[in-house]
């Protein structure tokens, strides 16, 4: 059955005239999947609600954020208190110390933080501190990963291995990105190459441990603690981009899952509980080299802003008080949710399914995905009929091959079966249509 999507169309006019593409975030737009996006009206636990009155199981939770589900009560209620005391006061709250301290049990790598209001934020400004820690000037990046819209950091690899970076948009001089290379990710000779060639002046590696945003892509076993150990034996600082996995893989984010100890740690997305929360952070003596101890400046309006604050510690605090609960259930729902469909793809829709804890992509390849070259071997047409025909049935997925699936406590077993059918249903229909060589 075709989705009923009128009021959203017509939203969807009247936002193309006011937003770039109707949006204020590229990826919403739905370019990579085709069709309408639809507009989202309310969620609750699991659900979200369009404008039409249409429901669909949330399998992206506000790309990540949303692990408690919508409108969880206490964070909702933690909001509104917070609210009530008036929403910014541009000095220091008590509320900063008790997120910060929720952070530091999870996280003992990180003595000292900032709070900041983006993933982006927080990145570029550990880029800042530890090219400024170090005193050089190269980044490591890696394909596939993605890290924010700074300059800098907006760079995909060129065709060589361990050439100078080429931004990745428009308007980024070249010259900003001439610091960046941007490696092969699981792949450790590429990182000791250009180590060789670049010797004393790498600041930093920075990597997403668990790629999230090429969809999923789990590191090789040894692949992180390669890195731990060439970035430490050369002087670079090694930077774990948690803003997708923390609180997600574990309450300790990746470097919990796999024991490896970062110099600096970026969180964002479930931080604020659905807020618009960042924060980085590492040891006291790279951290104090911040304004007003040290020279490297970073600063922000609406840094630990009150709401913020408020929705992140009823959110990591509810993780904490639970882990013991949310993450085993967080990895059975999961296991069904990804292999279910899996299993329903058959022979006949080959798929590779890569899943750590609460985060999963099915690839639309039958050979196994370990790198950004992998990912992009997936049929793009198959994920957007896929993509489509889920929402259809009432499944909401992340709207890109190259994006990784969450969900969150609020999904019920029934939600699983119901999501696994529709799977079924949507494969039977590509396979019929499009044959198996597409
Ligand atoms: C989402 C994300 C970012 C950017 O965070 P924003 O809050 O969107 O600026 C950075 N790094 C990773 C790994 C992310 O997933």
Redo the contacts with the bound molecule.
Sequence with gaps: MPLVLTRSAALQQRAEKLFPGGVN?PVRAFRAVGGEPPFIERGEGAYLWDADGNRYIDYFGS??PMILGHAFPPVVEAIQQAAARSASFGASTAAEGDLAELVQFAYPSIEKMRFVS??????MSAIRLARAFTGRKYIVKFEG?????ADGLLVKAGSGVATFGIPGSAGVPEEAAHFTLALPFNDVPAVETAFEKHRDHIACIIV?PIV??AGCIPPAPGYLEALRALTKKRGSLLIF?????GFRVALGGAQELYGIRPDLT?L??ILGGGL?V?AFGGPAHIMDQLAPLGPVYQAGTLSGNPLAMAAGIATVGHLRDHRAEVYPKLEKLSAAVADGVAAAAEVEVPLTTNRVGAMFTWFFTPDPVTDYAGAARSSIDRFAAFHRAMLSAGVWLPPSQFEAAFLGTAHTDADIAQTVDAARQAFAAIASKAGPEE
């Design positions: 975030s790309w990540g983006s993933g982006t934020e927080a990145t990963c993605y890290h924010g819209h997403e999230g945003n981009d948690e803003v997708m996995t970026t964002g997305k618009p960042g």
